[in-house]
């Protein structure tokens, strides 16, 4: 979240069978809330094939609606007010409970009739997400300043659904806020708030940056929720990520299928999720880091990022106890230093296809890592400055080391991580020492190793001496490091180049790796490449715009 990215630092740092993987998430049932609850009433907003709604204002319409109801969207460009009409006081500014459209009722279900053309638009004039400085909207003003704004957000209510819509151009300022959409289940507060969401063939961008302080943060958001799906999904010119679940308690039962993250400073960003988490068959490309999920003390709490399966069960897909996997996803180009970022996200290191930075218990399979000019994969630590004397028995406690003393906070080491099948191709273009195709980073002898299994890596490993040990299988055997592959130190050349990377430390002579010149903003693909539901009728009850199951004409 914005209010702790300040504080992250980074040394350089096909759906399967539900019934297979064992998943039961709520909408998890199918690609989209398709076989959601077809009972309640259905609420009307705009015009649809000539026939009006009885709304004009999506907002009315969910004020209006009852746990249970439809709410049916037509295709236009929506200008929602709630958070202008109704600003946060002061002391609700990091709470991210309010948005351009706020849902507070369980059961609700919110419907575009087309993914590209029903649009929630946080500009203020002109045409759909327009660019122009003049158009944009910056969001009420509270204690002096501009807050920002939030699209559509969820706050604390179970089981509501959101799909086949578009949201842009919703900006961040002084509160929580720049976030397109989100499922907020108490941001902040160490719960569980928000138990059951989903979301299908969405859309969530940013067509302008005024530089970062109002620049879009995240794209599809959810925290401190559980039981989610989200499918066909796409997110794009965010200064954090595309997409972000975290702060899940290990337990985000979170199932991520055709996703599509491009031009953003993570195409993925996760603190502190875990326990059931699939991603799959989707694509993270031109970003400046692919993906990255993360350990920290106080960002999205609580620590650590651990994809153990609850319960001390075992993953019916990687036949171990780790249940958080990233499968058969490809991840390519990410090289674009020209993306909006700010605060940890631009510390993500330039040029990496997935960065893991303090998590353990990951299963990372089955992926193809393709033009990653500095590392496919990079498994680092994470060192987490926010630490303070308040909380360094919970750094710990959550398995993390005090590198206080070296002005690095709490480290958290990336710990048994399994690296399985991956297919690496063109990575390393920069051309430094130690890039190419995987490269790790231990700095404490005494955690559990992480694992290389299967893996076509023809641009190599780093450290070198790391692939040919008995340590470098996946064999359900690991230990510790030892002799002959000794952890990295704070002067071996992997650490000086991930410090060059993320900007945190000086690039010695030779070093290469671009700087950023500007912003390019990505355009919105053809609506071809963002597929419409292709009936936005299926699953939902019968009204004067969806009869027997199909749209009217």
């Known amino acids: 979240m914005r209010i702790h990215l300040a504080n992250r630092f980074k040394v350089g740092v096909a759906t399967l069978a539900l019934v297979a993987t064992g998943f039961t998430t709520m909408g998890a049932a199918s690609s989209s809330a398709a076989t959601a609850h077809v009972t309640g009433k259905v609420l009307l907003v705009g015009t649809f094939n000539g026939k009006h709604g009885q709304y004009t204002s999506i907002q009315a319409a969910v004020n209006a609606a009852s746990p249970g109801d439809w ?7 929506y200008r929602e007010s709630a958070d202008i009409a109704n600003p946060p006081a ?7 409970s309010y948005g351009s459209v706020l849902i507070t009722k369980n059961n609700i279900h919110i419907r575009g009739m087309n993914r ?33 704004r ?14 086949n819509l578009t949201t842009c151009n919703f900006l961040s300022g002084s509160g929580d806020t720049g976030n397109g959409i989100y499922w907020n289940g108490g941001a902040g507060t160490s719960l569980i708030g928000l138990n059951g969401y989903e979301g299908s063939y969405l859309t969530a961008t940013n067509q302008y940056n005024g530089g970062t302080s109002t620049a879009g943060s995240y794209g599809i958001f959810s925290s401190d929720a559980t039981n989610g799906s989200w499918n066909y999904i796409y997110g794009s010119n965010q200064d954090d990520s595309g997409m972000y679940v975290g702060a899940c308690q290990q337990q985000c039962n979170m199932l991520i299928n055709h996703a599509w993250m491009e031009n953003n400073a993570l195409g993925y960003s996760g603190t502190n999720s875990g326990g059931q988490f699939i991603i799959e068959n989707s694509l993270f490309d031109n970003n400046k880091d692919g993906f990255d999920t993360n350990t920290q003390l106080v960002g999205d709490p609580p620590p650590p990022q651990n994809g153990a399966c609850p319960n001390n069960g075992i993953s019916k897909l990687t036949k171990t106890h780790s249940c958080w996997v990233v499968y058969k996803n490809i991840f390519k180009n990410n090289n674009n230093a020209n993306v909006p970022q700010s605060g940890g996200a631009a510390a993500g290191p330039l040029g990496t296809g997935l960065s893991l930075s303090g998590g353990r218990n990951d299963t990372i399979m089955d992926n193809t890592f393709i033009g990653n000019n500095a590392w496919g994969l990079a498994l680092f630590p994470f060192p987490d400055t926010s630490l303070r004397s308040s909380n360094a028995a919970q750094c710990v406690s959550s398995g993390g080391t005090s590198w ?43 955690k559990q190793i992480n694992c290389l299994s299967g893996n076509k890596t023809p641009g190599g490993i780093w450290p070198t001496s790391f692939a040919g040990t008995a340590f470098a299988k996946c064999n359900g055997t690991k230990t510790g490091y030892k002799a002959p592959y000794l952890p990295t130190t704070i002067d071996d050349p992997i650490v000086s180049q991930a410090l ?8 010695a002579s030779g070093m290469h790796y671009p700087k950023s010149n500007t912003v390019i903003l990505a355009p919105l693909p053809a609506a071809s490449k963002l597929v419409t539901m292709p009936n936005p009728c299926v699953g939902a009850p019968s009204s004067a715009w969806c009869v027997k199951g199909k749209p009217i004409k």
Do not use: K
Not at 124 to 129: D, R, T
Not at 150 to 161: D, K, P
Not at 500 to 507: A, E, K, N, S
């Open 150 to 163: 939030n699209g559509i957000v969820v706050y604390m209510a179970n089981n509501v659904s959101i799909d």
């Open 116 to 148: 590209n053309t029903t649009i929630i638009d946080g500009t203020s004039s002109g045409a759909a997400c327009n660019g122009v400085q003049a158009n944009q909207n910056l969001g009420p003003v509270v204690s002096g300043q501009n807050i920002g």
């Open 404 to 446: 206080a003393s070296a002005g690095l906070g709490c480290i958290y080491e990336p710990e048994n991580n399994s690296v399985i099948g991956n297919t690496f191709s063109g990575n390393g273009a920069y051309g430094n020492q130690t890039n190419g195709d995987i490269a790790l980073i231990s700095l404490d002898l005494g």
């Open 71 to 77: 709410i049916l969207v037509a295709p236009g460009d």
């Open 90 to 96: 002061a002391n609700q500014l990091r709470s991210a």
């Open 500 to 507: 060059c990377d993320t900007g945190f430390g000086g690039c």
